[in-house]
């Protein structure tokens, strides 16, 4: 059995030490224009509520009150991609509108080379990320970098390993 000096995610200590995180999705078709802010808002505030209210199910403690992120999936009217944008804390009003506008499309232009300056377009959905960061343990190091514990033999240890009928396994 080898005990990788730094496991990751695909271990069950790496499993362990990972933030808590549940995302949240809402389809919210809706024209980008102004008359998006007030739908937007609501459902945002739905989400967050949401995410908070089951905190304490997910998290199992009643101490815990998630970060949260927002993002906002846009795309041009008529196209079947869409762009997760970050979205800031807070209210969005027609300042975070037009920065959001212009996000977008940079994004765009960064993604896939163009921008349609002026081409309307819409939301598609709403995502909210909720996380609870884990406490991480302190881990003692075996001597040096993780590739240097693999070859010191120090750290290595053997032992006899019994597999059959004769040894009742």
């Not at 302190?138 to 750290?155: D, Y």
Request: proline share 5%; charged share 25%; net charge positive.
């Amino acid at each position: 059995i080898i005990v990788p000096p730094s496991p990751g995610v695909c271990s069950a200590f790496g499993l362990l030490c990972a933030d808590i995180e549940r995302h949240y999705i809402k389809t919210f078709s809706h024209p980008w224009d102004k008359s998006v802010l007030e739908g937007l808002n609501r459902t945002f505030d739905r989400m967050t509520e949401d995410a908070i209210s089951t905190a304490v199910r997910w998290a199992g403690s009643s101490e815990v009150k998630p970060f949260i992120k927002r993002y906002v999936d846009l795309r041009y009217r008529r196209q079947s991609s869409e762009l997760s944008i970050s979205l800031s804390d807070g209210k969005v009003d027609e300042t975070k509108l037009t920065a959001l506008t212009e996000a977008f499309d940079a994004e765009h232009e960064k993604t896939y080379g163009h921008r349609l300056r002026g081409y309307p377009f819409e939301v598609h959905s709403l995502r909210l990320m909720a996380t609870i960061p884990t406490r991480r343990p302190e881990l003692a190091r075996i001597g040096g970098s993780a590739s240097s514990a693999v070859t010191n033999t120090s750290a290595q240890s053997t032992r006899k390993a019994y597999w059959g009928k004769k040894h009742g396994i």
